[in-house]
């Protein structure tokens, strides 16, 4: 069954939709917004001359007005598209949204097996367009992008009072271009300048292997279609190789389809217990349980960070509360909101904010996150961008640039000495230490060569499992648990 609202990729995307973060169901006219709010997604109108038939006349007049008088030409479908923007524009909510017949279009394009583009998920905080998640290998993630970093500009121009889709459509671009962004990372002062060159993004959402110990892990970086049956795969295969423990890591994974979550938990949580509760605006709620008799033979630890959102926390808090299972890492995003989306018959959409998800002990996470039993925060140079190539960088030079190569050049074992931004004699052997050992000209100075090299082996050094201190406590906590 074809399932909307996937969650919003920065589509930057080549194809964009509409907010960001969005867990949502089939509609249809039996979907979620029928089972959960026993309502019709339109509703009906006020009998009390407050609603839309008392304000037909001043809706008419508006409208009068504009075509009759507006000095430019406008179109009724212009018109109409704006009306119903700014009615869910005016409800303050980040995940719902309107998408005009072009916007929907590129969105069901969006759900195809790659997309091309930076490879990041945003949604839109305080005003701001925030990176949620980097995807995993995405050209977003090997330019130094985190979760929480604010885009302000791209190539130059601000986005400053645009709305989600506008911001992202600059964003967004054609394979092998270029998005020179200017981020604002939180606990920093000095924006930062990242280049990011955009590419060809394919949706691989599961990730599995055997680590020490007989222990698994599968990586979900975000639950889509085909989530849940390669997931199964995955943790079949794991268990015929005679897997002692599982990890489950959804770091830095934003979301997307419910059913396919519930699909994947049914598999894991315990006894037929409960995975998830939504409630709709009166107060109903519905049960959504494991189907799952007994319970796994191994232990089961779930691994997140400030990324982990929406469907991501469903499962982590499914897995905590109803299967006592452990989560080891950062508190997640604070997503606790579902969607569910309507096309109209002109090729339009609509994703409205139907309904609340209440995890099995009826907590609301909403804007404060799974909070994990095992906290590991990860590092300083964690944080830190790889330099730009087209940021050159060399003795003397006082930047916020400098402040993260000295990170990252922490990071991977060459002593800068000093991390306040000042490229000094020390950060410069560092450089020239690095370059050797990566057969590069022994300059001192990072050039466009020496910075994509850095790229490459920053990613490396965040992705390698030794290095990894939350992967680490995660098998750590695996371990003790394997042992009663």
Do not use: C
């Amino acid at each position: 069954m074809y399932m909307r609202g996937r969650t919003v990729a920065l589509l930057v995307v080549f194809a964009i939709l509409f907010s960001s973060l969005t867990t949502a169901a089939a509609m249809g006219d039996g979907g979620l917004l029928s089972r959960v709010t026993g309502s019709s997604l339109l509703g009906s109108t006020s009998s009390t001359g407050d609603g839309l038939e008392g304000n037909l006349d001043k809706l008419k007049e508006a409208y009068g007005l504009i075509k009759g008088q507006y000095i430019g030409e406008v179109s009724d479908q212009k018109l109409i598209d704006g009306a119903i923007r700014g009615m869910v524009e005016s409800l303050g909510d980040p995940y719902s949204a309107y998408m005009d017949k072009k916007t929907a279009k590129q969105f069901h394009t969006s759900m195809e097996s790659s997309f091309q583009g930076i490879g990041a998920e945003v949604t839109m905080k305080k005003g701001k367009v925030t990176i949620v998640s980097p995807f995993k290998g995405s050209p977003a993630e090997k330019a130094g992008l985190r979760p929480e970093d604010q885009i302000l500009k791209v190539n130059g121009k601000s986005l400053e009072g645009m709305d989600l889709n506008e911001a992202v459509s600059k964003i967004k671009g054609p394979k092998g271009s270029k998005a020179k962004l200017t981020v604002l990372r939180p606990g920093q002062n000095d924006l930062m300048k990242v280049t990011v060159v955009r590419d060809e993004i394919p949706i691989k959402t599961i990730h599995s292997d055997m680590m020490e110990g007989n222990i698994g892990r599968i990586e979900i970086s975000q639950f889509s279609k085909d989530t849940s049956a390669d997931f199964s795969k995955a943790l079949k295969k794991l268990e015929k190789d005679g897997m002692q423990g599982l990890v489950i890591d959804v770091r830095g994974n934003p979301g997307g389809l419910l059913p396919s979550v519930l699909e994947i938990a049914e598999q894991l949580v315990p006894n037929e217990k409960l995975i998830m509760m939504t409630e709709d605006k009166a107060g109903q709620r519905m049960e959504y349980r494991s189907k799952l008799e007994g319970k796994k033979e191994y232990p089961i630890v779930v691994l997140t960070d400030k990324g982990s959102a929406s469907a991501s926390e469903i499962l982590a808090a499914a897995l905590k509360e109803s299967g006592g299972y452990k989560v080891v890492g950062q508190n997640t995003f604070g997503k606790g909101t579902v969607q569910t989306a309507k096309d109209f018959e002109d090729g339009s959409n609509l994703k409205l904010t139907m309904a609340k998800w209440l995890t099995p002990e009826g907590n609301w996470i909403h804007k404060k996150g799974v909070q994990p039993d095992v906290k590991v925060e990860m590092p300083d140079y964690y944080r830190a961008t790889p330099p730009q190539p087209d940021q050159a960088l060399e003795r003397d030079m006082t930047s916020p640039q400098v402040k993260n190569l000295q990170l990252v050049l922490e990071g991977l074992g060459y002593r800068p000495g000093r991390t306040d931004g000042y490229f000094d004699k020390k950060t410069e052997t560092a450089v020239k230490a690095f370059q050797k050992a990566n057969k590069l000209s022994v300059t001192g100075k990072v050039n466009e060569k020496t910075a994509l090299k850095m790229q490459d082996e920053f990613v490396s050094l965040l992705r390698d499992a030794k290095s990894d201190l939350q992967l680490r406590a995660a098998i750590e906590t695996l371990k003790k648990e394997m042992k009663k």
